[in-house]
């Protein structure tokens, strides 16, 4: 059996856990959220992609795009309460909200879309790998550690698998540093 050197490589890397390495950069990531916001149809398909368009937009630069995405999947997260993905929403969109909060210099109404995330009551997701850290490490840069470890308190609510690792991060804030929060920065 022949095997590419493109595959070679590819599995390789994936193996060496250097998939970053292969995955799209962030605009091509915005532009697969924009296509997919484009083509949703109905407010369900919309909720389901208003995530990805909030989280890129914001990659990509676009703070008044992400702003007005991320209000919207909130909103639209009202309508769908029972559906799996609710507790992504809540948590995404309010990271998204406290990002931007903080590039606009509010530190407080950063801290409080952080506790207002930790707020989710859980997903598939959240549940199994833990939620994105991004906010918390920027609040932990700009010394806001009381709200990063009130934070940590509320994903332990839903993060049951992650109790050891918030255990550690906590640990960490306490003794100054911030934490390497690792994979939990990339989603």
Same mark, same amino acid.
């Given at each position: 059996?022949?095997?590419?050197?493109?595959?070679?490589?590819?599995?390789?890397?994936?193996?060496?856990?250097?998939? #970053?390495?292969?995955?799209?950069?962030?605009?091509?990531?915005?532009?697969?959220?924009?296509?997919?916001?484009?083509?949703?149809?109905?407010?369900?398909?919309?909720?389901?992609?208003?995530?990805?368009?909030?989280?890129?937009?914001?990659?990509?630069? $676009?703070? $008044?795009?992400?702003?007005?995405?991320?209000?919207?999947?909130?909103?639209?997260?009202?309508?769908?309460?029972?559906?799996? =993905?609710?507790?992504?929403?809540?948590?995404?969109?309010?990271?998204?909200?406290?990002?931007?909060?903080?590039?606009?210099?509010?530190?407080?109404?950063?801290?409080?879309?952080?506790?207002?995330?930790?707020?989710? #009551?859980?997903?598939?997701?959240?549940?199994?790998?833990?939620?994105?850290?991004?906010?918390?490490?920027?609040?932990? =840069?700009?010394?806001?550690?009381?709200?990063?470890?009130?934070?940590?308190?509320?994903?332990? #609510?839903?993060?049951?698998?992650?109790?050891?690792?918030?255990?550690?991060?906590?640990?960490?804030?306490?003794?100054?540093?911030?934490?390497?929060?690792?994979?939990?920065?990339?989603?």
């Amino acid at each position: 059996m022949k095997c590419s050197l493109g595959l070679f490589l590819t599995v390789a890397l994936s193996m060496l856990g250097c998939s #970053r390495l292969l995955s799209p950069g962030p605009e091509s990531r915005y532009k697969e959220a924009q296509r997919r916001l484009d083509s949703a149809k109905g407010d369900e398909s919309r909720f389901y992609a208003l995530d990805g368009a909030a989280k890129t937009a914001l990659d990509v630069a $676009k703070p $008044k795009q992400a702003d007005a995405y991320a209000r919207e999947l909130l909103t639209l997260a009202d309508k769908f309460k029972s559906d799996w =993905n609710y507790g992504n929403a809540i948590h995404d969109g309010h990271v998204v909200l406290g990002r931007l909060a903080l590039l606009n210099g509010d530190r407080p109404g950063a801290c409080q879309h952080l506790l207002d995330a930790g707020d989710t #009551r859980g997903s598939p997701q959240l549940n199994s790998f833990g939620p994105n850290m991004t906010l918390a490490r920027d609040l932990l =840069n700009v010394g806001e550690r009381d709200c990063v470890l009130q934070y940590f308190q509320k994903c332990r #609510r839903f993060w049951e698998m992650g109790q050891d690792k918030l255990s550690e991060w906590e640990d960490a804030v306490r003794h100054q540093r911030t934490p390497g929060f690792g994979t939990n920065l990339l989603y």
